[in-house]
């Protein structure tokens, strides 16, 4: 099971994690990115995340489903947050499950990179002295 | 023909706009559409070669469109 999705509310982090869970798995490797406080030596007060959603969804699939290739993951979940979030809200959550923990491991750094680097999200990072700056370097294409 | 051009982020900023329907010669391709919003006012902020998706796929600027295609250009990325 693979699912990538674009959500609007709060990332449920046990929840995700129940859904990719799986008897035969005696691991399920977890990820979380939170809205950092600074970055490159600014104060952040949040971020304001936007996405071309269809082509996000589309995208993460293609990386969740080239990590099945590669790893052999059982079940995988990418969920990223869009709207106005504050420092120490989760914006991205990423659950692998696979028999065993280092293939599991090596997958979700696999995606979390991936993701990063191609899905079509940008962030507007608000500064605590008022300014705003958009922020990015992902190339947008497989490497 | 027409087809849709999706802005984001700091590209949408600079033209002023999420979306433009272009009316663009048949056989165009994704180079003839950057060029041809290359010519809006706040276009000069763009990279001169942006990424570029055609319905949702990243696309070379060879890459032909169609009447109705959603064609999007798609701002350095930065999920996470």
């Known amino acids: 099971m693979i699912r990538a999705s674009i959500v609007r509310s709060r990332i449920d982090i046990e929840a995700l994690t129940r859904e990719a869970a799986s008897p035969s798995c005696g691991a399920t490797a977890v990820f979380l990115g939170t809205v950092r406080a600074e970055n490159e030596g600014r104060s952040v007060d949040g971020i304001e995340y936007t996405a071309y959603d269809a082509m996000a969804e589309r995208e993460m699939t293609l990386i969740l489903d080239e990590a099945r290739s590669r790893y052999s993951i059982e079940s995988a979940i990418v969920e990223h947050r869009i709207g106005e979030l504050p420092v120490g809200d989760a914006s991205i959550a990423v659950v692998v499950s696979h028999p065993h923990r280092g293939a599991a491991i090596d997958a979700l750094r696999y995606i979390i990179d991936e993701t990063k680097a191609r899905a079509t999200i940008w962030k507007l990072e608000q500064y605590t002295d008022g300014t705003r700056e958009w922020v990015g370097s992902g190339t947008g294409q497989p490497e | ?80």
């Open chain 2, 1 to 80: 023909m027409t087809v849709t051009v999706r802005l984001f982020a700091s590209y949408a900023e600079s033209l002023g706009k999420h979306q433009i329907v272009l009316d663009i010669n048949e056989g165009a391709t994704v180079d003839d559409v950057v060029r041809q919003i290359s010519t809006l006012p706040g276009a000069h902020r763009l990279p001169p070669l942006p990424l570029v998706a055609v319905n949702c796929a990243y696309a070379a600027k060879g890459t032909r469109v169609f009447d109705g295609d959603e064609v999007a250009l798609i701002p350095p990325v930065a999920g996470g």
